[in-house]
């Protein structure tokens, strides 16, 4: 039995980063509890399907990216007691803590699609995914190929990480095809359960430019349900109140999982809202109801979009907020809901989007980041990884908030 100054519970990228900050100033005070050998570099999955980055490069050993000064227990927490301040863990120990800071992410429910785990493990059919580690080397050996038909890239009807994700990866694979001077046999389709491309005005009008100039056809509220293999059809129900469902057939699936909550969260409605993500604070992050609880990342309540970006802006604010509260002051800063999403539209394109919590654009360079660039595709291909596995992971990485500044200032002369 076990206790600490500092619980972080998930040792992904919000469990990480916050590790590594907590144990530079309390050493051998961290506890993480994380049950997972590998760590990997979720955004470089896209690129990995894309055939543009290689799947080694997205993994390290958990041993070697979780701060050395702190205690991992590889472990899953299988309950919490927050009045006892007290976790239990599949060893059947427990964590006693001070502060506990939940990183635990989303759970992907492949299960909930009929005929999607089948087709996953089937080499020789056309269904992918990018979304998990064991599915995501599969996907560009399945768009190479593919030379005619229907390429279906497919949206949950749940909240998800990196929203921008699906839809990426589609215009990767249509940037291939024309590549591959197939382009003309396949129809590309973008079946999205949301009501719009994307939730940023600025950048879904972008997105529909794109969509309309290389002829991506886009169905809103068109959300997938089921897969028969044998006849290689996807089911698909509209969402726009008329229920109806309908088949397409498809030579190329791709499909996005729907996710949610974990599962040992949800058993505990003390900590969740109602739909069973941790329920905090928009802008302390700190638990509505446990004064000793905080949350980051992907398992929070916050409704920003769920992206390491936001990570690595609600990481400052946290670690600050609670070393106030630990000296007794009042918690001064607050998350204003930063997120990003480079959506990559090629292999040599890039529509950087950042905004914050009312879906208005915040951008960090002095250029209409509303348009595709070079510079931000290789931002997304060789600088965020680098930034991620050298500042990030060790708690040295808080989001471009201070380039926003400075460019904010170069484009003010400008005027
Ligand atoms: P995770 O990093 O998923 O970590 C959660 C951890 O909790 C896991 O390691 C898990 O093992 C652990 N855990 C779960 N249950 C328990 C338990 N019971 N006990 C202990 N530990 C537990 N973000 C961007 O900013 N830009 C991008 O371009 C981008 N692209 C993406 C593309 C794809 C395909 C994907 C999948 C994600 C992408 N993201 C992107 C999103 C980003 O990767 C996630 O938002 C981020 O990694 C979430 O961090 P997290 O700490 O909340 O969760
Ligand atoms: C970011 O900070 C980050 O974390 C390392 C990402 O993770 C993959 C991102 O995708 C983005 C866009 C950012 C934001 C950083 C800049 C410079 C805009």
């Given at each position: 039995h076990h206790s600490c100054k500092v619980l972080v519970v998930g040792g992904g990228t919000g469990g990480c980063s916050m590790a590594a900050k907590f144990a530079d100033k309390f050493k051998d005070q961290v506890i993480i509890v994380e049950p997972n050998e590998l760590h990997y570099y979720q955004p470089m999955f896209t690129l990995i399907g894309g055939g543009i980055?290689?799947?080694?490069?997205?993994k390290r050993l958990m041993r070697d990216t979780l701060p050395k000064n702190a205690k991992w227990f590889?472990?899953?927490?299988?309950?919490?007691e927050p009045p006892q301040n007290q976790v239990t863990m599949s060893s059947g120990d427990t964590v006693q803590y001070e502060i506990m800071i939940i990183a635990m992410g989303l759970q992907l429910?492949?299960?909930?699609?009929?005929g999607l785990i089948e087709c996953l493990k089937d080499?020789?059919?056309?269904v992918c995914s990018i979304y998990g580690s064991d599915t995501v080397t599969n996907v560009f050996p399945k768009i190479a190929r593919t030379k005619s038909g229907t390429a279906i890239f497919t949206f949950p009807n749940s909240p998800v990480k990196c929203p921008g994700a699906p839809q990426k990866i589609a215009y990767i694979a249509e940037d291939y095809f024309r590549n591959q001077k197939v382009r003309d046999n396949v129809k590309v389709v973008y079946n999205t359960a949301?009501?719009?491309?994307?939730?940023v005005k600025k950048y879904a009008d972008a997105l529909w430019d794109v969509c309309k100039q290389r002829n991506i056809t886009v169905n809103v509220q068109t959300n997938l349900i089921e897969i028969d293999p044998a006849k290689e059809e996807a089911v698909f129900q509209k969402l726009?109140?008329?229920n109806e469902t309908f088949v397409e057939k498809y030579s190329l699936l791709h499909v996005c999982p729907p996710m949610g909550p974990p599962d040992v969260l949800k058993k505990h409605p003390s900590l969740t809202n109602e739909v069973g993500f941790?329920?905090?604070?928009?802008?302390?992050?700190?638990h509505t109801k446990y004064s000793n609880i905080y949350g980051i990342g992907d398992?929070?309540?916050?409704?920003?979009?769920?992206?390491m970006a936001a990570i690595a802006a609600q990481g400052k604010v946290l670690y600050k907020n609670i070393m106030d509260d630990l000296a007794g002051k009042p918690m001064t800063m607050a998350y204003n809901g930063y997120s990003s999403c480079?959506?990559?539209?090629?292999y040599r394109k890039c529509i950087l989007a950042e905004f914050d919590y009312n879906l208005k654009p915040l951008e960090?360079?002095?250029?209409?980041?509303g348009r595709e660039y070079f510079f931000t595709f290789i931002l997304k291909a060789y600088v965020f990884p680098l930034l991620y596995w050298t500042l990030m992971t060790r708690g040295k990485w808080d989001g471009p908030e201070f380039f926003r500044k400075y460019s904010s200032m170069i484009k003010k002369k400008e005027i």
């Amino acid at each position: 039995h076990h206790s600490c100054k500092v619980l972080v519970v998930g040792g992904g990228t919000g469990g990480c980063s916050m590790a590594a900050k907590f144990a530079d100033k309390f050493k051998d005070q961290v506890i993480i509890v994380e049950p997972n050998e590998l760590h990997y570099y979720q955004p470089m999955f896209t690129l990995i399907g894309g055939g543009i980055r290689s799947f080694e490069a997205s993994k390290r050993l958990m041993r070697d990216t979780l701060p050395k000064n702190a205690k991992w227990f590889q472990e899953n927490v299988m309950s919490f007691e927050p009045p006892q301040n007290q976790v239990t863990m599949s060893s059947g120990d427990t964590v006693q803590y001070e502060i506990m800071i939940i990183a635990m992410g989303l759970q992907l429910h492949w299960e909930k699609i009929p005929g999607l785990i089948e087709c996953l493990k089937d080499n020789m059919s056309g269904v992918c995914s990018i979304y998990g580690s064991d599915t995501v080397t599969n996907v560009f050996p399945k768009i190479a190929r593919t030379k005619s038909g229907t390429a279906i890239f497919t949206f949950p009807n749940s909240p998800v990480k990196c929203p921008g994700a699906p839809q990426k990866i589609a215009y990767i694979a249509e940037d291939y095809f024309r590549n591959q001077k197939v382009r003309d046999n396949v129809k590309v389709v973008y079946n999205t359960a949301l009501p719009v491309i994307f939730g940023v005005k600025k950048y879904a009008d972008a997105l529909w430019d794109v969509c309309k100039q290389r002829n991506i056809t886009v169905n809103v509220q068109t959300n997938l349900i089921e897969i028969d293999p044998a006849k290689e059809e996807a089911v698909f129900q509209k969402l726009d109140g008329s229920n109806e469902t309908f088949v397409e057939k498809y030579s190329l699936l791709h499909v996005c999982p729907p996710m949610g909550p974990p599962d040992v969260l949800k058993k505990h409605p003390s900590l969740t809202n109602e739909v069973g993500f941790l329920s905090v604070d928009p802008k302390t992050l700190r638990h509505t109801k446990y004064s000793n609880i905080y949350g980051i990342g992907d398992c929070i309540s916050a409704p920003n979009s769920k992206t390491m970006a936001a990570i690595a802006a609600q990481g400052k604010v946290l670690y600050k907020n609670i070393m106030d509260d630990l000296a007794g002051k009042p918690m001064t800063m607050a998350y204003n809901g930063y997120s990003s999403c480079p959506l990559v539209t090629g292999y040599r394109k890039c529509i950087l989007a950042e905004f914050d919590y009312n879906l208005k654009p915040l951008e960090t360079f002095p250029v209409d980041q509303g348009r595709e660039y070079f510079f931000t595709f290789i931002l997304k291909a060789y600088v965020f990884p680098l930034l991620y596995w050298t500042l990030m992971t060790r708690g040295k990485w808080d989001g471009p908030e201070f380039f926003r500044k400075y460019s904010s200032m170069i484009k003010k002369k400008e005027i």
